[in-house]
């Protein structure tokens, strides 16, 4: 049975850093790409990054871009995400997510985010 | 750049229900139907613009013309009441984006 288990969340103060941690089980975490996705309170839902099943790229939204460090300790079957500079406007559930890629076809595609965790939250307030 | 969703959709139960999303991307990155109900974390439904995941009921389809997808639910239930977004890619394929999402509402 698949699981991803985010954890972490929790109140920060403007400007604070916090580590966020996805657990995975249940696929070949190794192999998969993962990605890190937020939704605001009662807003709709935000790509944040992306991270290659070995960890050697990464990419980001231009709205977290310089503030946000996406990583993942394979051996661990764990997903990170590092959140610095924190602002009021970062507060959101914050869900990890994996990319399942099909190449049955010859040329692989994204085959979409298929799974998905329960989502944790974080809140920034002074 | 964005993708485009009408903010909400009502049907009766039974009836057809049609989400929209548009981009000028559209034509040349894939498309993907998200499924989030109250309370919960999202539900992929269809991918690579018409490809129903694995679970998925046959009455979602998901279908693609020019610089709009949509997404069809035929023969709507109650349990479908839930906000759909759909996803792409920019033209790099690289950069993910959300749509702003769609409120579907079963009378």
């Known amino acids: 049975q698949v699981q991803l288990v985010e954890s972490g969340g929790t109140v920060v103060q403007p400007g604070g850093s916090l580590r966020l941690s996805c657990g995975a089980s249940?696929?070949?975490?190794?192999?998969?790409?993962m990605h890190w996705v937020r939704q605001a309170p009662g807003k709709g839902l935000e790509w944040v990054a992306v991270i290659s099943s070995d960890g050697t790229q990464k990419d980001y939204a231009d709205s977290v871009k310089g503030r946000v460090i996406i990583s993942r300790d394979n051996s661990k079957t764990t997903l990170y995400v590092q959140l610095n500079s924190l602002r009021v406007e970062d507060t959101a559930v914050y869900y990890c997510?994996?990319?399942?890629?099909?190449?049955?076809?010859?040329?692989?595609?994204?085959?979409?985010?298929?799974?998905w965790g329960q989502g944790t939250l974080v809140t920034v307030s002074s | 750049y964005e993708l485009t969703q009408p903010p909400s959709v009502s049907v009766s139960p039974g009836q057809t229900a049609r989400i929209t999303c548009s981009a000028d991307?559209?034509?040349?990155?894939?498309a993907y139907w998200y499924q989030q109900k109250t309370g919960q974390a999202p539900v992929l439904v269809i991918y690579k613009d018409t490809e129903r995941s694995s679970g998925i009921p046959e009455r979602f389809s998901g279908s693609s013309s020019g610089t709009t997808v949509t997404l069809t639910i035929s023969g709507v239930q109650a349990e479908d009441e839930a906000d759909y977004y759909c996803q792409s890619s920019d033209s790099s394929g690289v950069f993910r984006v959300f749509g702003g999402g769609t409120k579907l509402t079963v009378l």
């Open positions: 249940g696929f070949t975490f190794s192999g998969s790409v």
């Open positions: 991307v559209l034509p040349k990155q894939y």
């Open positions: 997510a994996r990319e399942s890629i099909d190449c049955s076809g010859g040329d692989c595609y994204s085959a979409g985010l298929d799974y």
